[in-house]
């Protein structure tokens, strides 16, 4: 009787289990990144600190994502993705925890970055364990389920936040956080699977050294800028270093036979294209999402709630959109979404450099929303295209480096649209006959806003001119 040779078992994975927890794990870990946009005015006054300073609860989350999810995809070639998942839940759990009870700026700002770390192991977690268990004809309907967690989360969060702080305290953005953090964990432990192959490469401390002081110090250099200014030496000393250090870690990358981020992920141009698409849309996403609040409460002088509410629509419209742009990248391809989806994001950022005191409310709901629309048809397809060009090899790699630059991107954004709104301020008032008059500083504030908007408008108007070089990959290697 002849003998059969068995066939390798393929493993089952229990996808929709899996999809939730990691769902329900980043919603909350990217609507940490702005919740505290509209608390902002309020801790200002309870800390008795300036929105230089403040910007760091935002910049200094995303300064420990930037310095921590390049090495994302070295830890994610040494540890299982059971994990790497709890001890993302473990990190988001304790940082939340610490927030809720922080008695000064000081202890919130280290709440912070406990924070980031749990985030900055998820993100790139998720996305290469959804490249592993489905295929490629069914990815861009579940990228746009995590479209939902990505551009929906740091929507929503401002409004959230601000039917919190008018009804209770800041405290609560990060109590309301908890129960779901926990319940990610108990789900996760109960279903999650481990999908990733443990290769355990070796691990080069000059590159984590290098990785770490290029993104940190370029992220840090932006982000002092509000406060220093950007003639300032702490600036110009760390932008420098930090692109230094950069340089020298690609070139390290490039001549290492296991290098932490293979670079080579940029020999498959529908990458690079739809990295620069993301990076691009991230900043928008930031940018507009801490300059909104303030012109609302500050320069119309609205309620907390009240802006929250303005702003809900947006959010609501953009989350139900990604699901929609998943399945049309399905059927269409990229450049059907993201072309329209750039010159979207420009004609609304456009109007949004003509906004006064004035303006009505109706018009800027409008503008918020088809804002985010735009940014919902960029943003997952460019980045969906982009992955599904890598082969499997790479998955880790382009994740990393997609999640690193995503978040550099957003504290970029973040730090220049507050340095340009501040520094427009200044000059405003400077002029101002009464600058004190609080008429004087509303308007000073708007002029600000004006002008951080034509810096999104500038960024939008680049990335269209990159949409046009975009294409489907011919075939996508398994």
């Given amino acids: 009787m002849a003998e059969t040779t068995a066939l390798p078992k393929q493993p089952i994975f229990r996808t929709t289990p899996i999809l939730i927890s990691f769902l329900i794990a980043g919603f909350i870990g990217l609507f940490s990144e702005t919740a505290l946009n509209m608390a902002l005015g309020d801790l200002m006054m309870h800390f008795n600190i300036n929105s230089a300073t403040v910007q760091w609860l935002t ?39 610490l927030a809720a009870l922080a008695p000064s700026f000081e202890i919130l700002m280290i709440a ?28 861009g309907a579940i990228m746009g389920l995590m479209g939902l967690v990505i551009v929906s989360a740091p929507a929503i969060g401002p409004t959230i936040s601000g039917l919190l702080i008018e009804n209770l305290n800041w405290h609560w953005i990060f109590w309301i956080s908890l129960p779901f953090l926990v319940f990610a964990l108990v789900f996760g432990i109960v279903f999650m699977q481990n999908v990733s192959e443990i290769t355990k490469p070796k691990i080069d401390g000059v590159s984590i050294v290098l990785s770490t002081i290029g993104f940190g110090g370029i992220v840090y250099g932006f982000s002092s800028a509000g406060e220093e200014g950007w003639g300032s030496a702490i600036v110009v000393s ?29 020999k498959f141009p529908m990458f690079t294209l739809g990295l620069l698409s993301v990076f691009i849309a991230f900043m928008v996403i930031l940018s507009t999402s801490i300059l909104l609040p303030l012109y609302l ?11 929250g509410l303005v702003l809900l629509p947006g959010g609501l419209l953009n989350a ?77 790699d382009g994740t990393a480096l997609m999640n690193t ?74």
Wanted: hydrophobic share 55%.
């Fill in 59 to 97: 910049t200094g989350y995303l300064l420990t994502l930037g310095i921590l999810v390049p090495v994302s995809g070295l830890l994610l070639q040494w540890f299982t993705t059971r994990k790497l998942f709890m001890a993302a839940l473990g990190f988001s759990i304790g940082g939340t925890l």
């Fill in 112 to 139: 912070r970055v406990i924070q980031a770390v749990g985030t900055g192991l998820l993100l790139p977690l998720m996305f290469n364990t959804i490249l592993v268990i489905y295929p490629v004809n069914r990815r």
């Fill in 238 to 266: 760390t932008l420098l270093v930090g692109i230094i250090a950069l340089f020298l870690f690609v070139v390290r990358q490039l001549k290492m036979k296991q290098p932490m981020i293979n670079m080579r992920v940029f």
């Fill in 297 to 307: 409460q500050t320069g119309l002088g609205l309620a907390a709630i009240v802006a």
């Fill in 320 to 396: 139900l959109m990604s699901p929609v742009t998943g399945r049309l990248f399905d059927k269409y391809g990229p450049r059907g979404l993201v072309i329209p989806g750039f010159i979207l994001m420009i004609i609304m950022l456009w109007q949004f450099t003509n906004v006064t005191t004035e303006t009505s409310l109706y018009w800027i709901i409008v503008l918020h929303t088809f804002l985010f629309i735009g940014i919902s048809m960029v943003m997952m397809p460019a980045q969906t295209n982009g992955l599904n060009q890598l082969p499997r090899n790479l998955y880790p």
């Fill in 405 to 478: 630059l995503q978040q550099v991107s957003g504290a970029i954004g973040t730090a220049v649209a507050i340095t340009i709104m501040s520094t427009s301020q200044e000059s405003f008032l400077q002029n101002a006959a009464e600058p004190a008059d609080p008429s004087a500083i509303a308007a000073s504030l708007t002029a600000g806003i004006q002008n951080a908007f034509t810096f999104g408008l500038i960024l939008a108007a680049v990335g269209l001119v990159i949409s046009f070089f975009i294409k489907s990959p011919l075939t996508a290697k398994e």
